[in-house]
């Protein structure tokens, strides 16, 4: 069964970092992985979708990449903004019509 | 605008009173799932739909129905609600097998069952 960890939990740092939220899965049978965006009091939004056969995906500011055999994803944040503030949650997608959600990062990022 | 509407937002309701949670969804996608968020557990999936009169169990489905009449709505029951149905829930949408296509949220409904 695959099982989702992710660190660290919560986060909270000043305006400008450059920051490494991280995803491990533990059935590196996989045949892609999303990150999600969730704010308080609303649903998620999804951010990267990364392809087994891909190694990185880019969107702005946002850098998500994908290391199936350790079974590991990183998500860079670069120059965090106070915006970008939300809960981010990981979800590798396997042999199954399902994903399975990491319990998230809650990240804070104050002026 | 492209986007997945659930109803009611929120619900405080006592044990043992039907209640049902509607969802629509306007981008003509045929995959729609139902999940459940609590604290320290995450998202569970409790019921999904491949398509119209298609549906499956997730890891939760105890105490749940659901059904898939027309491809847009994708209605969760809770027939007898208890206490511990008190939760998050959210309602999603894809084009295809979630994984493949990126997934599209409601807002989602928070319900406490007294």
């Known amino acids: 069964k695959q099982e989702v960890t992710q660190i660290p939990a919560a986060l909270s740092v000043p305006e400008g970092e450059n920051l490494v939220l991280n995803c491990s899965f533990t059935?590196?049978?996989?045949?892609?992985l999303q990150w999600f965006r969730q704010d308080p009091g609303k649903g998620l939004t999804s951010l990267l979708l990364?392809?087994?056969?891909?190694r990185e995906q880019t969107s702005g500011r946002l850098n998500a990449s994908l290391d199936k055999s350790s079974g590991r994803s990183t998500l860079y944040i670069a120059a965090s903004q106070p915006g970008d503030s939300a809960t981010y949650l990981c979800?590798?997608?396997?042999?199954?019509?399902?994903?399975?959600f990491g319990t998230g990062t809650r990240l804070q990022v104050f002026p | 605008e492209a986007q997945v509407t659930q109803n009611p937002r929120y619900l405080i309701t006592v044990t043992g009173k039907k209640l049902t949670v509607t969802c629509s969804q306007n981008?003509?996608?045929?995959?729609m799932s139902w999940y459940r968020q609590d604290p320290g557990l995450g998202l569970r999936q409790i019921y999904y739909?491949?398509?119209?009169?298609?549906?499956d169990k997730g890891d939760v489905p105890e105490g749940y129905k659901v059904s898939r009449k027309e491809k847009r709505n994708f209605p969760l029951i809770l027939e007898s609600p208890s206490p511990n149905q008190t939760s998050l829930y959210f309602c999603?949408?894809?084009?295809?097998?979630?994984?493949?296509?990126?997934?599209?949220f409601g807002d989602g409904t928070r319900l406490s069952i007294l």
């Open positions: 999603a949408s894809s084009l295809s097998t979630p994984g493949w296509q990126p997934q599209h």
């Open positions: 059935d590196s049978a996989i045949y892609n």
């Open positions: 990364i392809q087994s056969s891909q």
């Open positions: 979800a590798p997608h396997g042999d199954t019509d399902k994903l399975i």
């Open positions: 981008m003509n996608h045929e995959y």
């Open positions: 739909s491949m398509n119209v009169e298609v549906t």
